[in-house]
Nanobody
Framework: QVQLVESGGGLVQAGGSLRLSCAAS????????MGWFRQAPGKEREWVAA????????YTARSVKGRFTISRDNAKNTVDLQMNSLKPEDTAVYYC???????????????WGQGTQVTVSL
């Protein structure tokens, strides 16, 4: 059974930083692309970042480029999202997901975590 467990969310002031982590089990982690998505209240789920199986090819959405960085550690079965210069509009539940390719399309991912709340205050 695949399990993805996010951690690291919380409340932070605008301009601050948070580091989210996703621990994976029940899958061959190094064979999966990993992605981060977010969903704010009343909005659709939005792709944030993705990385290929090797970690050498990260991708980030335009809305977070230059502020967020995705990385993975295949030895630890974890994928992280470093979030800097946070803005109130980054407030959302953040989800990690595992899939076959590092895509911005949520349909490319077959396994999802339960999400972690990130709240950015003014």
């Amino acid at each position: 059974q695949v399990q993805l467990v996010e951690s690291g969310g919380g409340l932070v002031q605008a301009g601050g930083s948070l580091r989210l982590s996703c621990a994976a089990s029940g899958l061959t982690f190094s064979r999966n692309a990993m992605g981060w998505f977010r969903q704010a209240p009343g909005k659709e789920r939005e792709w944030v970042a993705a990385v290929d199986w090797s970690g050498r090819n990260p991708y980030t959405a335009r809305s977070v480029k230059g502020r967020f960085t995705i990385s993975r550690d295949n030895a630890k079965n974890t994928v992280d999202l470093q979030m800097n210069s946070l803005k109130p509009e980054d407030t959302a539940v953040y989800y990690c997901a595992a899939g076959s390719v590092p895509s911005s399309d949520s349909r490319s991912y077959s396994s999802w975590g339960q999400g972690t709340q990130v709240t950015v205050s003014l």
